[in-house]
């Protein structure tokens, strides 16, 4: 879109990274050709000075000749060692950015389960927040965003909106709800009971979530123990009722496809809430990248039909005009909820 621009990107960053790699490597080979070469000259040039010295000294020929042939025997494992120096310097420092990416994605949860297997924790009478309290680290030249303390209780077939404007705190809230932030005061209740760091995990698995900057994958239609389970026969109802069943089909658990536009990616992700059937779902801004056809479908058909079904559903939204379908609207302010009205 500017040619400028493009032209000095082009040759002040891609060029002279490129141009300086170049340098650094040339450098690198030639300081290694010239110190192997000086090496070898110095090994040659010590057998010189023997035989200069057995000149003057006249020791018995087989002491110089035993004493040049060690020498000559040496000169081969010891060009060895010195070749496998650059391969050893490469696997150090290899080595330490291993290190590093270690320490950078370090998982923090000392509980979290990674090995498939089927999550004991059931959802009958609702999850509450209580006292529920997170902040981010404050940026240099201004303050740290706090959301809370938040109290708020869900329950099973409702259809819940959090409103809010831009900043307000709705996905920060909604990402505590998840489990994906844990909180640093207050807590999470389900079922009357506290969700521990221990079972917090098989806490997630109860939700099916489609966020706003969503990542789409072919093979998520599988069960907790990793076996694909979904049937084209089951999938394709919801792929026609979307209108993608003649881009997508289900094949081996699997989407045959995944390139398709913003919009239709987020149907495909729907029809995978669908199939997944876990008992909570939760949407930031599902609707924002569909057309007014969808969207109405969304909220006045799907979303009822989810709630009918006894699913939780939590719906971060700016339409307005679809809020009086919902049991409850919660509005959020500077990370606060500032109102939580019930359907009349």
Known sequence: ?????????????????????????????????????????????????????????????????????????????????IDALPGIGR??????????????????????????????????????LRGIRYAFNAPEDGEAFVLGPIDLALKPGELVFVVGDNGSGKTTLIKLLLGLYAPQAGEIILDGKPVTPEDRDDYRQLFTTVFSDFYLF??????????????????????????????????????????????????????????????????????????????????TELLPELRAKGHLLVVISHDDRYFYLADRVVGMESGQIVDDRKRE
């Open 91 to 128: 696997a150090k420092v290899a080595f330490q950015r291993i290190s590093d990416l270690s320490v950078r994605f370090a998982n923090p949860e000392a509980y979290l389960n990674l090995t498939p297997r089927s999550s004991a924790i059931l959802f009958n009478e609702g999850i509450e």
């Open 218 to 299: 072919e093979d998520l239609v599988a069960d907790e123990m990793g076996q694909a389970h979904v049937l084209p026969e089951r999938a394709l109802p919801h792929l026609r009722r979307l209108e993608i069943a003649h881009k997508v089909v289900v094949k081996d658990g699997t989407f045959s496809t995944i390139d398709l536009s913003t919009g239709q990616r987020k149907r495909l992700a729907l029809v995978h809430a669908y199939l997944e059937g876990r008992p909570v779902l939760v949407f930031d801004e599902w609707a924002a990248d569909q057309d007014p056809t969808f969207r109405h479908l969304f909220y």
């Open 1 to 81: 879109m500017h040619r400028t621009r493009r032209a000095s990107v082009l040759k002040n960053q891609i060029d002279l990274t490129v141009d300086k790699i170049r340098d650094i490597n040339q450098k690198a080979i030639n300081t290694y050709v010239i110190a192997t070469a000086f090496g070898s000259a110095l090994f040659f040039l010590l057998i010189a000075l023997v035989l200069g010295w057995a000149t003057i000294q006249h020791p018995e020929p087989e002491v110089v000749s035993g004493f040049v042939m060690v020498l000559l025997f040496l000169k081969g494992p010891m060009e060895q060692i």
